[in-house]
């Protein structure tokens, strides 16, 4: 049975940090790349930084480039997005997804709430 939990979602003042990370189980993790989306209310959902099968290569959205880290730990099939800096703009339901050529899969979700 596949599954991606998200953990570390809160709720954090402007400029604070939060550390995301999401646990997989029931697929061979090192042979996904991984990544980290986002959807806020009424908005679409939108890729915010991915990190390829062996961690090597990386991308980030434009908004979040220079204050969100993705990283992944492939011995213990955890995927992680550090986030500092954050901003009210950053408020969202965040996601990992695992994907690769034949199939993709998604983790449930947390909130992360930006507020003063």
């Known amino acids: 049975q596949v599954q991606l939990v998200e953990s570390g979602g809160g709720l954090v003042q402007p400029g604070g940090s939060l550390r995301l990370s999401c646990a997989t189980s029931?697929?061979?993790?090192?042979?996904?790349?991984m990544s980290w989306w986002r959807q806020a209310p009424g908005k679409e959902r939108e890729l915010v930084a991915s990190i390829s099968s062996s961690g090597l290569s990386t991308t980030y959205a434009d908004s979040v480039r220079g204050r969100f880290t993705i990283s992944r730990d492939n011995a213990k099939n955890t995927v992680a997005l550090q986030m500092n800096s954050l901003k009210l703009e950053d408020t969202a339901v965040y996601y990992c997804?695992?994907?690769?050529?034949?199939?993709?899969?998604w983790g449930q979700g947390t909130q992360v709430t930006v507020s003063s």
């Open positions: 029931g697929f061979t993790f090192g042979n996904y790349g």
């Open positions: 997804k695992a994907r690769n050529l034949d199939r993709a899969y």
